[in-house]
């Protein structure tokens, strides 16, 4: 694998169900992101994380809980989601204190909430 | 704070035609720039980026922007549109830290 990898690629959940989205990027980076992409609304930062610590937390809802066990993985824990959380998530990373501050992207995950 | 303001939500071109997108951005130190563009159902893609080389920057696929300072602007251009050039098109900033702020977007349709 090379890049940015993102698993599920699409998801479909009740409001009641409790799911994962991994991410995983195998450049050696040390920080990685979390990103909302609604239909018809500019991206959205969800969450930053820095040398695996969580660094900002946009104001997103509690249903959304960010894992980062280690620099080279990423996960976003739902629960309890809403229809208006259906979206296109897409994970990045990239080297923070590097020479641009260029992020790549995943594929994105397609959650769509019932 | 730095931001990007993308003028323009959808942009029509015929092929071979000229496509320009505009990106204005204001930040309070020396940004780096950046071009993306996605696909449907695909993420994001760097098409270009500006790190206080070169102002006039050449990405792929035929796309190439210039960063003037003196009007805050990094526009993309394309001399001659492709059918698959159709897609949608973020210009981003980045300034001290490691975050990147992005546009709202431009989606770009391709006339046959």
């Known amino acids: 694998e090379t890049g940015v990898t993102q698993t599920p690629r699409h998801l479909v959940m009740g409001m009641t169900n409790k799911k994962s989205l991994k991410c995983e990027q195998h450049?050696?980076?040390?920080?990685m992101y979390w990103y909302k992409q609604s239909a018809k609304k500019p991206l959205e930062l969800m969450f930053v994380y820095s040398l695996e610590e969580r660094v900002e937390n946009n104001s997103v809802p509690s249903r959304f809980s960010p894992e980062c066990p280690n620099s080279s993985h990423l996960f976003l824990h739902l629960h309890t989601l809403q229809p208006e959380d259906s979206a296109l998530y897409l994970c990045?990373?990239?080297?923070?204190?590097?020479?641009?501050?260029?992020?790549?992207f995943g594929p994105g995950t397609r959650l769509t909430v019932l | 704070a730095q931001s990007v303001t993308q003028l323009g939500s959808h942009v029509s071109v015929s092929e071979g035609a000229l496509v320009l997108l505009r990106c204005n951005y204001s930040?309070?130190?020396?940004?780096?720039l950046f071009w993306y563009v996605q696909y449907p159902n695909q993420g994001l893609q760097l098409l270009l980026k500006y790190t206080s080389a070169a102002t006039l920057v050449k990405g792929i696929n035929g796309f190439e922007a210039e960063f003037k300072k003196s009007e805050t602007s990094f526009h993309l251009t394309k001399p001659s549109a492709h059918m698959s050039d159709a897609a949608e098109y973020f210009c981003a900033v980045s300034d001290d830290d490691y975050k990147l702020s992005f546009g709202a977007g431009t989606t770009v349709t391709v006339r046959a």
């Open positions: 450049l050696g980076h040390n920080a």
């Open positions: 990045a990373s990239s080297q923070a204190g590097g020479a641009s501050n260029e992020q790549f």
């Open positions: 930040s309070s130190v020396p940004p780096y």
